[in-house]
């Protein structure tokens, strides 16, 4: 799920390289969508894009790819407009927001989490590249020049050029820039009351969480062996 519209951050003034209030707001919609489609169990979000995963053997409308994409889209954009003001509240809509998107089947859990992972990587990718570039940008360089300096550049170098050049390490920057938002349930133990003695009486409930973490590597999804089960 994108937004179709480029020029959208333009006309907003959206902050270089990243907006993190435009970034919260996503997180924000997307939030929306586990409590209206309960069948959604994980969620992926990097700049003006969204991946959610629904349960294996949801039943959502019979699987019907065009009604599941369609009440997607729409909810979604919805959202989006309604919570706007919460996040840019000195800021007015200046033309519509709107989103498209597509309905692909994975045949396994492999293949879903090297989607996802491919999607991780990718952000890295470009926010390591527009950080750099629009660092450049503002002390001075023309679009252009940036580019051309970051031409052919590796990881390393572009690591070694924001620190050298701007005093900049790469990894303090905000992981919710460097690695994207993950939504996801887990279990957790809620106090629901005490008994006479003062002791917690707990019950297991699902929390939806909103997380910035790494999920290229196997840590996270050791930890949460339910995310993707059938269950």
Known sequence: MANSRYEFSDVHEFEKPNDENALKLMNSCALAMFEQFPDIVF?????????FVLKKSSKFY???????????????????VMKWKDYFPEKSLQ?????????????????????????????HINNQYNTCFWMLVDSGKSKREAQDILKGTQTSEKNELLYEKF?????????????????????????????????????????????????????????????????
């Open 62 to 80: 019979e699987r019907r790819s065009s009604k599941i994409l369609s009440l997607s889209v729409s909810f979604f954009s919805s959202t989006y």
């Open 167 to 231: 005093g900049i390490n790469y990894n303090m920057i905000p992981a919710i820039f460097r690695k994207g938002s993950c939504i996801y349930r887990e279990m957790v133990d809620e106090i629901v009351k005490y008994n006479e003695a003062g002791t917690p009486i707990r019950r297991p409930r699902k929390k939806v969480v909103l997380d910035h973490c790494d999920i290229i590597g196997p840590e996270f999804w050791n930890e949460h062996p339910t995310i993707l089960l059938d269950k």
């Open 43 to 51: 969620a992926y979000g990097v700049s003006d894009e969204y991946s």
């Open 95 to 123: 033309c519509t927001p709107y989103f498209d998107g597509r309905v692909i089947c994975y045949p396994s859990q492999e293949i879903l989490r090297d989607y996802l992972s491919w999607r991780q990587v990718d952000c």
